[in-house]
């Protein structure tokens, strides 16, 4: 799924002649802490609820320039690039641009959960497994059989390349709760094994929830 998809309708954009005290009450009524500030689709920046409370409330945003967080996504961007953002910005909701760079609009964060729980399976039956390697070590065919070896079967498979760093990330939805024995089998053919969740009987090194998924994708 792609950000430009994921673009939520509800949100109003504020322009930089809006007072302080309607952005507040905006705020308040959408129970956001950050609202996206643009002038003629330009997108100028976040705003945060926490740069605003002590303006009068009949401050124009453009005497707050300074404060505008200018974090956001390409429309054409894999959602987990938003996941990342959002986690290491602590932001609310995503700016999305377009390849003119004009504000499409913004994603919320919640509806990046709900994305990342669908994608997950998180709610389906079976286990989670997240590999990290180089594109070139990356197969589809060496990596189902390690799976069905252990007597289980890939239900799900994503993929997502970091532009960073130039790694591929593999998502993996398995149809077995007990899977020591599926990632011992990776680490023994030397994948790294960055997350997993199921019931263990031996401990993740990280919790094993969606949070700490998302502390993966800050690496």
Same mark, same amino acid.
Do not use: W
């Given at each position: 799924m792609f950000c430009g998809q994921l673009i939520s309708a509800d949100i109003t954009i504020q322009g930089l002649h809006d007072p302080v005290g309607m952005v507040l009450h905006q705020m308040e009524?959408? *129970?956001?802490?950050h609202?996206?500030? =643009?002038?003629?689709? *330009?997108?100028?920046?976040l705003i945060a609820e926490d740069d605003l409370v002590d303006e009068a409330d009949d401050t124009p945003l453009e005497k707050l320039h300074e404060y505008f967080i200018k974090s956001f996504v390409k429309a054409t961007d894999y959602f987990l690039v938003a996941v990342k953002l959002s986690h290491v910005m602590q932001i609310d909701l995503?700016?999305?641009?377009?390849? *003119?760079? $004009?504000?499409?609009?913004?994603?919320?964060?919640?509806?990046?959960?709900r994305e990342l729980a669908r994608m997950t399976g998180s709610s389906d039956y079976g286990s989670l497994v997240v590999l990290e390697m180089e594109k070139s070590d990356y197969s589809v065919g $060496?990596?189902?059989?390690?799976? $069905? =070896?252990?007597?289980a079967v890939i239900t799900q498979l994503n993929t997502w390349s970091d532009n960073t760093t130039h790694l591929m990330t593999v998502i993996l939805r398995i149809?077995?709760?007990?899977?020591s024995d599926i990632v011992a089998s990776f680490q023994r053919h030397e994948y790294n094994v960055?997350?997993?969740?199921?019931? $263990?009987?031996?401990?993740?090194?990280?919790? =094993?929830?969606?949070d700490h998924l998302m502390n993966y994708l800050n690496i």
């Open positions: 009524d959408m *129970k956001l802490r609202l996206p500030v =643009s002038e003629n689709d *330009k997108f100028l920046g995503i700016p999305v641009l377009n390849e *003119k760079n $004009e504000l499409e609009g913004v994603i919320t964060r919640d509806t990046l959960f $060496e990596i189902n059989r390690l799976v $069905e =070896s252990n007597d149809n077995k709760e007990e899977i960055r997350y997993y969740m199921g019931e $263990e009987l031996f401990r993740n090194e990280m919790q =094993s929830n969606l």
